[in-house]
């Protein structure tokens, strides 16, 4: 078995996903995320990325299925894509001077046999502390609008990151490393 499908329409994942050199198709998953918002946000992510694996591979044969998912939580609140400027006003002035969690769950599915693995990341992310003016100018860009926590580590929201403590890949939305593991779990070696 040598093709991939990565279950996501996420260009931060398709990019990541093509430093590894792997041959993969894309077919984003169509599921009601908020069916899993009362669960703890390591659970979460866990049962979204097995959906989104699930609901894709019905519409494939043959192949190992990619899917992830990642929520940004802040003080147990899990910080969703604002829903408008404000909202992501408020979020990264929450962040501010703060630290937080960035949890991403990776699945991997045999679509032949229905077997699958699912592990996850948790990586801290140190905030420095954000002006109001520059609150003001980032979400001028329109970068925060759709990402999880309103800011992009892998764009200019890393003007406001301090330090991590994890994996860089996991706050970016699929971490490589974890990802490696599983593939070799799987009979499957990158190198």
Do not use: C, W
Request: overall charge negative; charged content about 25%.
């Amino acid at each position: 078995m040598g093709k991939f499908v990565l279950a996501s329409a996420s260009p931060r994942r398709e990019e990541l996903l093509k430093q590894l050199n792997l041959k993969f198709t894309i077919v984003p998953s169509r599921i009601d995320e908020s069916q899993f918002n009362n669960l703890k946000p390591a659970d979460m992510v866990k049962k979204l990325a097995v959906a989104k694996a699930e609901a894709v591979s019905d519409l494939v044969e043959d192949t190992i299925i990619i899917a992830a998912d990642t929520v940004v939580v802040y003080k147990d609140r899990v910080l969703n894509k604002p829903e408008d400027a404000e909202d992501a006003k408020n979020m990264l002035s929450s962040l501010s001077g703060e630290k937080h969690q960035v949890i991403t769950a990776v699945a991997l599915m045999n679509s032949e046999t229905n077997e699958y693995l699912v592990e996850h990341d948790i990586t801290s992310v140190y905030m420095e502390e954000i002006f109001e003016e520059e609150i003001n100018k980032y979400i001028e860009t329109g970068e925060p609008m759709d990402k999880a926590g309103a800011y992009a580590i892998q764009g200019l929201g890393a003007l406001f990151v301090k330090k991590i403590k994890g994996s860089y890949y996991s706050v970016v939305g699929l971490p490589l490393n974890r990802l490696a593991k599983m593939l070799k779990k799987f009979n499957y070696g990158i190198l």
